[in-house]
């Protein structure tokens, strides 16, 4: 009785202990953020309660609606800021302060790269990794059909539709992920993988997506790791990430890589993305797991947000066919030779009103809506205030996206028209986040979807089957999801 009578008491003095350290002793970081404004704090907790834990995003941004683009918010023993809106998202991450912002800072609970892989790698290691991506998606090789996208979506239409003039598409996002698996599965490891193989892959993508968009205490706050217990059971999150990671594993294995790649011409060969890192593995640039870790977070990253992306947008047209029908005009307008299934990501300055629909998609769905923070690296002054070296980043693209204060007051319509000229990567957009740590896989999406509009829609219609409007409002997760439709492919003559 008497030990645990000690115990009792010792609990109660450390918790008395924390309480008022963190009432009445202020750390270099806290003490520089406490002049920026945010919601006020309890101890040890700090703003973490105030988070719905289910919808991180929403609770930032409004957060954001009521403390500005600059937010401090103590989350546990984190200090973090959010940034919100084109200009101070522009001055941090692409020119004043970039190099401040660099560093990832990924958090405990999703530690499972060891610090190997592309999104929580720092320093040398992310150099290399990013190096390779970024050599293999060119817009000179993107022309020349790197990803063979075009191929894989004529494959898709084929199976799916054959011969019939109308064909009811049962779970249209499904067969959509199933072809960005397909696409990202040939580009990164050079494999095709059967129907049951890539069944398991997308429902193991996906649950790591929706799991990792979840708030997780304890990457704040780690003594809460038992309330995080149930979220990443029900999402699978640790056991989805571990079977892939395995499986992926396993491929590199029975792939036998071909020790020759020094010697081949890769100008001219569409070499399948883990031979790069193989050989970067070879040279002594990268550590061993530095060859898979990477494609893990490729695949993981390629899948879900592309195939959304275009499951948003064609939910958006079957509820609004006289866009389906500007599209198809546009496409006649060009298709002088009858030629479009060869389409090429070049061609995109031809398709302006296919392009401000890309935009206005990127804008209106705002795929990521916050972004893993970034940490910087030294104190630095962000629209009049300091913000202290070692402070957790979160970029709200989605507040960036949807504000009234920077889109005026048709903020939450869709209107590709907002766009006065017609070019990719319009100001104020930040979907595939900023600076030297923003998406590697910007124009690998921008070819595959762009090369996906010409063709889908030269060759169909898309209507459909039910009276009530297809929901294109979505699921938070780490991308937004898009919920399953059917929908009626209609053979355009
Ligand atoms: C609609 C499609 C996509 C969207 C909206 C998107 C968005 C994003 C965003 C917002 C980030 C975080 C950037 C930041 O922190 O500033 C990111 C990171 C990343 N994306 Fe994408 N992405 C897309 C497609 C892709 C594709 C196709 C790939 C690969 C081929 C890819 C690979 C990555 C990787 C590896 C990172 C981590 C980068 C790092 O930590 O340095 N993404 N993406």
């Known amino acids: 009785m008497n030990i645990i009578?000690?115990?009792?008491?010792?609990?109660?003095?450390?918790?008395?202990?924390?309480?008022?350290?963190?009432?009445?002793?202020?750390?270099?970081?806290?003490?520089?953020?406490?002049?920026?404004?945010?919601?006020?704090?309890i101890p040890v907790f700090g703003n973490l309660l105030q988070i719905n834990s289910k919808d991180f995003p929403k609770s930032v941004n409004d957060l954001y609606e009521k403390y500005g683009q600059v937010l401090r918010l103590r989350?546990?023993?984190?200090?973090?800021?959010?940034?919100?809106?084109?200009?101070?998202?522009?001055?941090?991450?692409?020119?004043k302060h970039r190099e401040i912002f660099k560093e990832r800072y990924l958090k405990l609970s999703r530690y499972l790269g060891k610090n190997l892989n592309f999104i929580s790698s720092n320093g040398d290691n992310h150099y290399v990794i990013r190096g390779v991506l970024a050599s293999e998606v060119t817009v000179r090789k993107l022309n020349n059909g790197r990803i063979q996208?075009?191929?894989?979506?004529?494959?898709?239409?084929?199976?799916?539709?054959?011969?019939?003039?109308?064909?009811?598409?049962?779970?249209?996002?499904?067969?959509?992920?199933?072809?960005?698996?397909?696409?990202?599965?040939?580009?990164?490891?050079?494999?095709?993988?059967n129907e049951e193989n890539l069944l398991l892959i997308i429902s193991r993508v996906s649950s790591v997506f929706k799991a990792a968009g979840l708030l997780l205490y304890s990457d704040y706050l780690p003594i809460l790791f038992p309330l995080d217990l149930k979220s990443m059971a029900k999402g699978d999150l640790i056991s989805s990430y571990f079977f892939l990671r395995d499986y992926f594993e396993k491929k590199l294995e029975s792939i036998k890589i071909n020790e020759n790649i020094n010697n081949e011409d890769k100008t001219t060969k569409n070499n399948p993305l883990i031979e790069d890192y193989y050989k970067k593995y070879l040279e002594g640039s990268i550590h061993h797991d530095s060859i898979i870790l990477p494609i893990l977070d490729i695949i993981l990253a390629g899948v879900d947000t592309t195939s959304n992306t275009i499951c948003f947008i064609m939910a958006r047209l079957i509820n609004n066919p006289e866009m389906q029908d500007k599209i198809y005009e546009e496409i006649m307008r060009n298709?002088?030779?009858?030629?479009?299934?060869?389409?090429?990501?070049?061609?995109?300055?031809?398709?302006?009103?296919?392009?401000?629909i890309m935009n206005e998609t990127y804008r209106y769905y705002a795929m990521i809506s916050i972004t893993e923070p970034n940490m910087t690296?030294?104190?630095?002054?962000?629209?009049?205030?300091?913000?202290?070296?070692?402070?957790?980043?979160i970029k709200n693209l989605r507040g960036t996206h949807l504000s009234k204060e920077f889109w005026g007051d048709d903020a939450?319509?869709?209107?590709?028209?907002?766009?006065?000229?017609?070019?990719?990567?319009?100001?104020?957009?930040?979907?595939?986040?900023?600076?030297?740590?923003?998406?590697?896989?910007?124009?690998?999406?921008?070819?595959?979807?762009?090369?996906?509009?010409?063709?889908?829609?030269?060759?169909?219609?898309?209507?459909?089957?039910?009276?009530?409007?297809?929901?294109?409002?979505?699921e938070v997760g780490l991308a937004m999801q898009c919920k399953p439709y059917n929908a009626i492919f209609v053979k355009r003559n």
């Open 5 to 41: 009578n000690t115990i009792i008491i010792g609990i109660l003095i450390l918790l008395i202990i924390i309480v008022f350290k963190d009432l009445f002793y202020e750390d270099r970081i806290k003490k520089i953020n406490k002049l920026i404004p945010g919601p006020p704090t």
């Open 412 to 474: 939450l319509e869709f209107k590709p028209e907002r766009f006065k000229t017609q070019t990719l990567n319009q100001k104020g957009l930040f979907h595939f986040g900023a600076g030297p740590r923003g998406c590697p896989g910007g124009r690998y999406t921008e070819s595959m979807f762009f090369t996906f509009m010409v063709i889908f829609f030269k060759n169909f219609k898309i209507v459909n089957p039910n009276d009530t409007p297809v929901d294109d409002v979505g």
């Open 149 to 193: 996208s075009n191929k894989f979506i004529l494959e898709m239409l084929n199976n799916l539709c054959k011969d019939n003039d109308e064909t009811v598409v049962k779970d249209v996002p499904f067969e959509v992920k199933k072809l960005a698996s397909k696409i990202v599965l040939n580009f990164t490891l050079g494999i095709e993988e």
């Open 75 to 95: 989350l546990g023993n984190v200090e973090a800021v959010v940034l919100t809106g084109g200009e101070v998202l522009d001055e941090c991450f692409n020119k």
């Open 335 to 356: 298709d002088v030779d009858n030629n479009s299934n060869n389409v090429s990501f070049s061609d995109h300055l031809k398709y302006p009103y296919i392009v401000s």
């Open 377 to 393: 690296t030294e104190d630095v002054v962000v629209n009049g205030y300091k913000i202290a070296k070692g402070t957790a980043i």
